[in-house]
C-alpha cells in the first residue's frame, strides 16, 4: 500500500533558526511530488513540484529537494509568517497526503 | 480572480438529513475533487472527476455521492449523513490530475 509519511508531526522554532521538514514515500511509480502550505481554517495552497531525484525548487525562505525515498522541505531564517502546516503529497496516478507538519516561529 | 468557492462554509445537520455542499471553480479546470481533513489523518481523497460526466471513487467515498454535469461545478452530496461523516471538507481543481490543485476556503460540517 502507498504510504506517505511526514515527520516531525510538530516543529517549533526561534525566528532565524533554519530547519528541515521530511517527507519518505513509498509509491510503485512516482509521477511528481507536491508540497503544500495551510493556514489555519483554510485551504492548502500550492508551494512546490518535484518530478525527479535531485531536483531541487526554491521560493523565498523555503527550497524543497527530492530523492528516490523522501523529500525535504528545507526553512531558512524562518519568519513567524512562515507559521503553517506544511502538506507532503505524492502522485503516482493516485494522489496521497501525508498527515502534515505543524511549524511555529517564534518572535 | 482565480479561485475556488464552496458553500456553506459551515454546516451543523443531523443524522439522516441530506445535504449538499457546493464546488464552483473559475479557471476552466477539467480536474476536480473532494477531500475530507481529519485530525492525524491529513486530507483522503472522496470522489474525483477527470473531465464532465466522468467521476470515480477516491480513497473514501462511502455515504458520498458526486456529480460533474458542468465543468465548473462539482457538488458533494450527503445523502444520509451520520456523525461519523463530521469533518472538514475541501473541494480542489486542477488542469490535469497531475497538475497542481487548487482548493477551496473549506466546509466544516458538524452531523450530531
Known amino acids: 500500500e502507498d504510504q506517505v509519511t511526514q515527520s516531525p508531526e510538530a516543529l517549533r522554532l526561534q525566528e532565524g533558526e533554519s530547519s528541515s521538514l521530511n517527507c519518505s514515500y513509498t509509491?510503485?511509480?512516482?509521477?511528481?511530488l507536491f508540497w503544500y502550505r495551510q493556514d489555519p481554517g483554510k485551504g492548502p495552497e500550492f508551494l512546490f513540484t518535484l518530478y525527479s531525484a535531485g531536483e531541487e525548487k526554491e521560493k523565498e525562505r523555503l527550497k524543497a529537494t527530492l530523492t528516490k525515498k523522501e523529500s525535504f522541505l528545507h526553512i531558512t531564517a524562518p519568519k513567524p509568517e512562515d507559521s503553517a502546516t506544511y502538506l507532503c503529497?505524492?502522485?503516482?496516478?493516485?494522489?496521497?497526503f501525508g498527515a502534515g507538519t505543524t511549524v511555529t516561529v517564534r518572535a | 480572480e482565480a479561485q475556488v468557492t464552496q458553500n456553506p462554509r459551515y454546516l451543523i445537520t443531523v443524522t439522516g438529513k441530506k445535504l449538499t455542499v457546493t464546488c464552483s471553480q473559475n479557471?476552466?479546470?477539467?480536474?476536480m475533487s473532494w477531500y475530507r481533513q481529519d485530525p492525524g489523518l491529513g486530507l483522503r481523497q472522496i470522489y474525483y472527476s477527470m473531465n464532465v460526466e466522468v467521476t470515480d471513487k477516491g480513497d473514501v467515498p462511502e455515504g458520498y455521492k458526486v456529480s460533474r454535469k458542468e465543468k465548473r461545478n462539482f457538488p458533494l452530496i450527503l445523502e444520509s449523513p451520520s456523525p461519523n461523516q463530521t469533518s472538514l471538507y475541501f473541494c480542489a481543481s486542477s488542469q490535469t490530475s497531475y497538475n497542481e490543485q487548487f482548493f477551496g476556503p473549506g466546509t466544516r460540517l458538524t452531523v450530531l
Open positions: 479557471m476552466n479546470h477539467e480536474y
Open positions: 503529497a505524492v502522485d503516482d496516478y493516485k494522489l496521497s
Open positions: 509509491v510503485s511509480g512516482l509521477r511528481g
